[in-house]
């Protein structure tokens, strides 16, 4: 209920969106960037190759997400675009530049589609979930608009018409779309929720369901990335949700992977991964305390940052999970869960603090949840000991993002990246766990 997703994104687009993240992050001893950008250009191309569906228009609002439908793959396609025509003035280079019509015509059908089935008679609060409906698609979006949000120039007509194409998929007014039906959703979902209590409980003003599950934490978090005055309408509702699912946690820091009812009470807490427990849900808080301003109302303050502080406790704790290092139920998730806690509450991380050269020297004073975070990414190298040892089992999809290695390289490429900028005395631009919570904080709302 809480989870942030569930199953893996394992296909082509997985591999191709880790070289895409990995591109960034300038380390010796990897790829140098455009043989990272090559290499996700050559994934992109062989996923359009070997499957003719590959481009298909998804078939409803609610399997329209980034993660695990067409809409990744095209919003790769654009991004890869748009990074061509700002720095060679043209995307005719491109071995993928005849399928960018194609790109973005599915992701305005996409879009269309997600907000005109809230018109349909037996609308219900399904479908908005982040791995395949509309949270996903509105991640698609918001990564869209952070690849435009500077000014490109280009006297190609081609190019110059494809990025006003991308800018109108990504509007404040398609944002705004998608958000009014995801919250309409969510009250919709709220409702049923308080109704099955019968007021023997408290519930949420929002909520949401998939195939029967209830869902909210991810679906939050995707919203809280969305520009302030595309979301503020909504801010009072999603902080009143945010204060409820506070009040679930449990005394070790977890969240329980139902919805609470007379029946759920006293069940056990035990998952502590990103797509159930804490893991996921601390991604989300630590949103909220990036959105938070001087101005916010202090004692919900105060509520979120002992939840995270306990979240994270938990996380350090068990975090080495037996089920592989990878980003959705594996090391990966853990390791990005604390990198976000370390980035609000440590105070060499936190914006407004510069780390200095003395931060660097005292780790354990300074870097608290970092140090945390890397121990975890040191712990997760030993992975093919453990897995022969049987204390690590094998996914079903070894090398891929959300469930094997390439979340893991993510991980670490992260860690290793904010080490080199730590031990240099110098600030380390955040970068988030990738196809989640990887969007720029220029989006991000306020409150």
Known sequence: MFSSSSPPYYRFEGSALMAHHLSTA????????????????????????????????????????????????????????????????????????????????????????????????????????????????????????????????????NSAELLTEIRKLSSKAQLQLLVQSIIHRGQTGAAIYAAELGGKLPAPPLMWTWHGKRYLAGILHILLLCPEDVIHPYMEAILLTVDWLIGCQDVQGNWPTTAPTDSATGRSNDLVQWCHGATGILLLLCTVLRCATQTSAAPLLGKVIGSVQAGAALVYRHGLLSKGVGLCHGVGGSVFALLAVSDVLDPARKKETKPSKS???????????????????????????????????????????????????CAWAEVLRRLTTLNQGRPCERSGMPGFDDVDDDTWASW
């Not at 949840?369 to 975890?376: D, G, I, Q, S, T």
């Open 26 to 157: 300038q380390l010796d001893g990897l790829p140098l960037p455009a043989e990272l950008l090559a290499f996700t250009d050559s994934r992109l191309v062989q996923a359009l190759t070997l499957s003719p569906t590959s481009l298909s228009s998804p078939s409803s609002g609610s399997h329209s997400s980034f993660l695990e439908t067409a809409v990744g793959i095209a919003t790769l396609i654009l991004i890869r675009a748009i990074h061509l025509v700002d720095t060679t003035k043209t995307a005719s280079a491109s071995p993928l530049s005849e399928s960018c019509a194609a790109c973005a015509q599915l992701i305005a059908s996409a879009t269309y589609m997600a907000a005109s089935e809230d018109r349909r008679p037996d609308k219900d609060d399904g479908g908005c979930e982040v791995l395949y409906g509309r949270a996903g698609l509105l991640y698609a979006l918001l990564r869209l608009r952070n690849a435009t949000k500077d000014e490109i120039t280009t006297t190609d007509s």
């Open 359 to 409: 931060n660097a020297t005292q780790p354990s004073e300074n870097n608290y949840y970092f140090v945390r975070a890397v121990h975890l990414a040191q712990l997760a190298a030993s992975h093919e000991a453990m897995t022969a040892r049987g204390e690590m089992s094998i996914p079903d999809h070894p090398w891929s993002l959300y469930e094997g290695m390439a979340g893991m390289c």
